[in-house]
């Protein structure tokens, strides 16, 4: 009798159990890699743990550990005091924001999809939570690309919305985060040039919100312009062109090469932006329609155009336009062939940098990288799909 029972509120209730039994499939997938230690982890995340730890927790706060931005590092200062291991620390506070981006990408897609919304919206935080980058950049990794990613998706989310306000303050907290953020500006440049619908001075709203995030180091004798320091000191830290993203310039240097790139960095960065440019005026002679759907494949081929061009792309710098490709499958079911690619390439240099494969970035990637690309401009933005 309980069974039938079961059974019946199972099959009443398929999404709430279908959403139940992802959820705690991907904790378990989460739990065991528990106690993996990358790279990253062994030689900055834990040794700046301790130092904050050992300086005493949020008094570290007036001084610069490692290159944590200022409200990162009052996040971990905050979990030191806490009776836990600090690489689980890292971990949890990086896999809560899987479940927000998870929740977050579901409601996107929810919000501005035609027919069979709420399934869609289920697969497509399915999609996330058990999307092997997902889970390897959080729960092996340690890292916290998903904090900065769920921030920017729900900016997105306002401006289709055309709540302007609310999506330039989501954008502050993303670029409170990380630096990475940056991947999505040319897009809110694009947005302000095409609707005209808020001023220009909305960008500030950007750098005040950075300050108010920061107000605890600041507090502890921190400058205003220290904020914003540590992001213009992480732009020089890796001199190489590349650092195993397969992206445009591995057809000049070798990845992790640091010679003769000091030049071509300063070329590369005015190049991406000439490229950015003429995307622009593509979009904007073209007419496109607006709607949330071709904002949100703009989106996508703006940020990937970043980080395909840019000089010193790390392999997680994917992480934003990888997500949206999840969104962009649901609504064109076409772009399966684009995607699998994507992420297997994706996949490969995870694998190299956590697990010492062979498989680096290579030229071989940059060509498929590169037809990848390709293939989304023609059907994202193809005359009949627009």
């Given at each position: 009798?309980?069974?039938?029972?079961?059974?019946?509120?199972?099959?009443?209730?398929?999404?709430?159990?279908?959403?139940?039994?992802?959820?705690?499939?991907?904790?378990?997938?989460?739990?065991?890699?528990?106690?993996?230690?990358?790279?990253?982890?062994?030689?900055?995340?834990?040794?700046?743990?301790?130092?904050?730890?050992?300086?005493?927790?949020?008094?570290?706060?007036?001084?610069?550990?490692?290159?944590?931005?200022?409200?990162?590092?009052?996040?971990?200062?905050?979990?030191?005091y806490l009776p836990i291991k600090p690489l689980y620390a890292y971990k949890i506070l990086s896999i809560f924001f899987d479940y927000c981006?998870?929740?977050?990408?579901?409601?996107?897609?929810?919000?501005?999809?035609?027919?069979?919304?709420k399934w869609k919206g289920i697969f497509a935080y399915a999609a996330v939570i058990l999307s092997p980058i997902v889970i390897l950049n959080s729960s092996a990794w340690a890292q916290c690309d998903s904090i900065y990613v769920c921030f920017i998706l729900l900016a997105l989310i306002m401006l289709c919305r055309q709540k302007y306000m609310p999506a330039f303050l989501f954008l502050g907290v993303a670029f409170s985060f990380k630096l990475q953020a940056m991947f999505i500006l040319p897009f809110f440049l694009f947005v302000y040039f095409w609707r005209k619908r808020f001023s220009v001075l909305y960008f500030l709203i950007i750098p005040v919100v950075m300050c108010v995030l920061s107000l605890a180091g600041v507090v502890m004798g921190r400058s205003f312009r220290d904020i914003f320091n540590i992001y213009f000191e992480q732009t020089g830290e890796y001199p190489a062109m590349v650092l195993n993203y397969p992206s445009?310039?591995?057809?000049?240097?070798?990845?992790?090469?640091?010679?003769?790139?000091?030049?071509?960095?300063?070329?590369g960065i005015w190049f991406t932006a000439a490229v950015l440019l003429l995307i622009m005026v593509f979009f904007l002679?073209?007419?496109?329609?607006?709607?949330?759907?071709?904002?949100?494949?703009?989106?996508?081929?703006?940020?990937?155009?970043?980080?395909?061009?840019?000089?010193?792309?790390?392999?997680?710098?994917?992480?934003?336009?990888?997500?949206?490709?999840?969104?962009?499958?649901?609504?064109?079911?076409?772009?399966?062939?684009?995607?699998?690619?994507?992420?297997?390439?994706?996949?490969?240099t995870y694998a190299f940098f956590l697990y010492d494969t062979d498989t680096p970035a290579s030229v071989v990637m940059t060509l498929v990288n590169l037809a990848v690309y390709m293939g989304y401009l023609f059907l994202l933005f193809h005359k009949k799909n627009t």
């Open positions: 009798m309980a069974e039938r029972k079961l059974l019946h509120f199972i099959e009443k209730h398929l999404d709430v159990a279908a959403a139940a039994a992802i959820t705690l499939l991907s904790m378990l997938i989460r739990y065991g890699l528990r106690d993996i230690v990358s790279g990253d982890a062994d030689l900055c995340l834990l040794p700046w743990h301790d130092e904050i730890k050992n300086g005493g927790g949020l008094k570290m706060l007036g001084q610069q550990v490692g290159n944590y931005n200022i409200l990162y590092q009052t996040l971990i200062a905050i979990l030191t981006l998870a929740l977050t990408t579901g409601s996107l897609v929810y919000q501005f999809s035609d027919g069979n919304r445009v310039w591995l057809f000049f240097v070798k990845s992790e090469v640091e010679d003769s790139t000091v030049v071509l960095r300063e070329a002679l073209k007419k496109i329609e607006w709607n949330p759907r071709n904002l949100i494949y703009i989106a996508f081929f703006l940020s990937y155009t970043c980080v395909l061009f840019l000089p010193a792309m790390h392999e997680r710098y994917g992480y934003l336009y990888e997500i949206l490709a999840i969104v962009i499958l649901i609504w064109k079911k076409e772009t399966a062939v684009l995607l699998v690619p994507m992420y297997s390439m994706t996949l490969l």
